[in-house]
């Protein structure tokens, strides 16, 4: 059987992630750079990721809304070209101000891609939809693994504009190789204003489904420990272990590479073994993870720690096919970048509440919380399984 063309939308999708991923990622190592030619603080500095984040969370609703007006291809092509225009103008950003602005701005068009692009996949492996979503997810690691090592290089050698640069200079040719490859999209309610589609009463209706809204529950508190680990990981092992940054970055890397590989396999279980029972899996799986980490010593620790911690991260694989199980053909595209929305606003405060916990009470206690959520999810699904609850 020939290579079909929904493999080649599945590679275009997944590059089109990687580009808006490389993008933000490439910041956050430059920091100390960036800092010091505006002559601001880590405060200041923070916000403006922090911005970034928040605006990339609050575009997944909309970004559904624009698929079903326009079409998909439209909004991914928009997606992808914004971010390689909004890389530029933020590495030439002459004041603190513009560049504030512009990290927003690019984490609002980063924002209009995957949401869009899932249902997409969604409708297009409707027989394979997990396995679809997580090789699409493997955008999100492989930038993880590659993104801050460049930005950092590069930006030592070129300065920190030439690190943030980056981003268009990934986004640009995926763009190109996107609007070429990729076909038009028909537009699933062309004709409907738009201003129906965010009316707050269907809106609280579909978040108020009992799947829709337990499924949300699993996927922030997922996404609140994701981001808790992907903040500080790092910084946990040089303080907490004794490990040297370099040492860190290995095993940071390492984190981002077992997610590559494991995420479509997680996927594929998903499909063809249940999505709750993976679900569980991953989450046991991330909490023996962090066990080790803050209670083994030894390197083969660390390594088994990585191996168990980056696999169960993977749970994006599984929960978000749960979410395109309960919504209708229709719901899809808005419906899901509304659950996006809401559930990686939740999931944005990981980074500020493993950080106060750290600092008031240790990295050992940081970790606990994370373990007793994860544990708490764990129980849920459990509980929704044995006594046939349907959610």
Known sequence: ????????????????????????????????????????????IGAALTGMWLAYALTQFPSGILGDRFGERVVILTAVGGTAVMSFVLAAAPVLAVFVVSAVILGAVAGLHYSVATSLLTRTFDDRVGMAVGVHTIGSPAAGLIAPIAAVWVGSVYGWRAGVALGTVVAAPVFVLFALRARGTEPRRPDQPMSERIELEPLVALLSKPPIAFTVCIAAISAFVWQGIASFLPTFLVEYRGQSATAAGVVFSSYFVVQAVTKPVIGSLSDAHGR?????????????????????????????????????????????????????????????????????????LGSVAVGFFADAFGWATAFAVLTLLLLAVFVAVAANHVFSLEY
């Open 1 to 44: 059987m020939g290579w079909e063309y929904r493999y080649t939308l599945l590679t275009l999708c997944t590059l089109a992630f990687f580009a808006t991923m490389v993008a933000r990622l490439a910041i956050s190592p430059l920091v100390p750079a960036i800092t010091a030619d505006f002559e601001i603080t880590n405060a200041t």
């Open 276 to 348: 709750d029972g993976v679900i569980v899996g991953c989450m046991v799986a991330t909490a023996i993870g962090l066990v080790l980490f803050v209670a083994a010593p030894g390197v083969l620790a660390v390594v088994a720690a990585v191996v168990l911690v980056g696999t169960g991260m993977g749970w994006a694989s599984a929960v978000e096919p749960r979410f395109m199980d309960e919504l209708t053909d229709r719901e899809r595209s808005a419906g899901f970048g509304l659950v996006r929305t809401v559930y990686l606003i939740v999931g944005s």
